[in-house]
């Protein structure tokens, strides 16, 4: 079984940083894409960034130019820098791995379990 544990998250003040990591574990034999999705009360789920593994990434409009994302293939682990934070980045953020292939060629999504990142003075 394929688990994604996140960490990072915590109480920052605007205009701090975070640094999100995410460790995928189990019988792993490729990882198409990692990525960084959010939820804030009341909304939807939303794309934050993606990479795939060929280090192609993808950001939404909104944290473009303050947070990035990279990744270390050989240790199945994403990471999002998170600086310039804003109130409006409050949200639980979760880890997801798209095209997870296993050495069973059984091939799945998964999300992690969701880190909380409240940006609050």
């Known amino acids: 079984q394929v688990q994604l544990v996140e960490s990072g998250g915590g109480l920052v003040q605007p205009g701090g940083s975070l640094r999100l990591s995410c460790a995928a574990s189990?019988?792993?034999?490729?990882?198409?894409?990692m990525g960084w999705y959010r939820q804030a009360p009341g909304k939807q789920r939303e794309l934050v960034a993606t990479?795939?593994?060929?280090?192609?990434?993808n950001y939404a409009d909104s944290v473009k130019g303050r947070f990035t994302i990279s990744r270390d293939n050989a240790k199945n682990t994403v990471y999002l820098q998170m600086n310039s934070l804003k109130p409006e980045d409050t949200a639980v953020y979760y880890c997801?791995?798209?095209?997870?292939?296993?050495?069973?060629?059984?091939?799945?999504?998964?999300w992690g379990q969701g880190t909380q990142v409240t940006v609050s003075s």
């Open positions: 189990g019988s792993i034999f490729s990882i198409h894409a």
């Open positions: 990479v795939t593994s060929g280090d192609n990434t």
């Open positions: 997801n791995a798209r095209g997870v292939l296993t050495i069973a060629r059984v091939r799945n999504d998964y």
